[in-house]
């Protein structure tokens, strides 16, 4: 079953932008991770933060977490024309080693 | 080196023509997961492996069924393949759930003539 969803679904910004994308999800976690996916190809994990962690960084990636609201952010700073791909969020169940992922963002860096 | 392999990257299969795809890993992962992505849509968990151990989700259709002969080879097998099965098929393994991140495959694509 789907966890998460994101926002927005589509995304297009000009390149040295900051690309923002927000996951909600429904239930408790241990950690939520970002995912990329290039077009037809299989996904790239980027970066996992924890429950009990409120942001992380790595590289030009920024993440925040909120579990109060159930909710996470990716920040993408200075983006680049390579970025474009689809983002997805995926948070796992504290019962189980499944995860499931969010609805995803398309996001398009134009050059 | 690819750590995750899945074979074949490209499969065209006939309506109701039963049809399996593989999955390896180099990594000595425990766990081992199925994904099924429709066009612009999520990954969505078929079912995943803890070593021996099976779990399926309660939405997977019983069509799906999957096989783990040792910790390197994940099998994913459509019994009757429908129109609606046409996919991408995503293997992916992690050391465990617990923060830990998934290696993913290539995919298969999944055509259904």
């Known amino acids: 079953s789907q966890q998460g969803e994101e926002d927005p679904q589509a995304l297009s910004i000009q390149e040295g932008e900051n690309a923002t994308m927000n996951c909600s999800y429904k239930?408790?976690?241990?950690?939520l991770q970002w995912y990329r996916q290039n077009s037809g190809r299989g996904l790239v994990h980027l970066i996992l933060?924890?429950?009990?962690?409120r942001e992380k960084h790595s590289g030009r990636l920024r993440v925040t977490l909120d579990t109060s609201k159930k909710s996470s952010s990716l920040l993408i700073t200075a983006s680049r024309a390579a970025d474009t791909a689809s983002y997805f969020c995926?948070?796992?169940?504290?019962?189980?080693?499944?995860?499931?992922f969010g609805t995803g963002t398309s996001l398009t860096v134009i050059p | 080196d690819a750590m995750v392999i899945q074979n074949p990257r490209y499969q065209v299969t006939q309506f109701g023509k039963p049809v399996t795809l593989s999955c390896s890993q180099t990594?000595?992962?425990?766990?081992m997961y199925w994904y099924q992505q429709k066009s612009s849509q999520a990954p969505k968990l078929l079912f995943h492996?803890?070593?021996?151990?099976?779990?399926n989700e309660a939405d997977t259709p019983d069509n799906f069924q999957s096989r783990r002969p040792n910790t390197s080879f994940c099998f994913l097998d459509i019994r009757s393949p429908g129109l609606g099965d046409a996919a991408m098929y995503l293997c992916?393994?992690?050391?465990?759930?617990?923060?830990?991140?998934?290696?993913f495959g290539q995919g298969t694509r999944l055509t259904v003539v």
């Open positions: 995926a948070t796992d169940l504290i019962t189980g080693n499944q995860f499931y």
């Open positions: 492996y803890y070593d021996k151990d099976f779990n």
């Open positions: 990594l000595n992962h425990n766990v």
């Open positions: 239930t408790s976690i241990n950690n």
């Open positions: 933060i924890r429950s009990n962690e």
């Open positions: 992916a393994t992690s050391r465990d759930a617990l923060n830990t991140e998934a290696f």
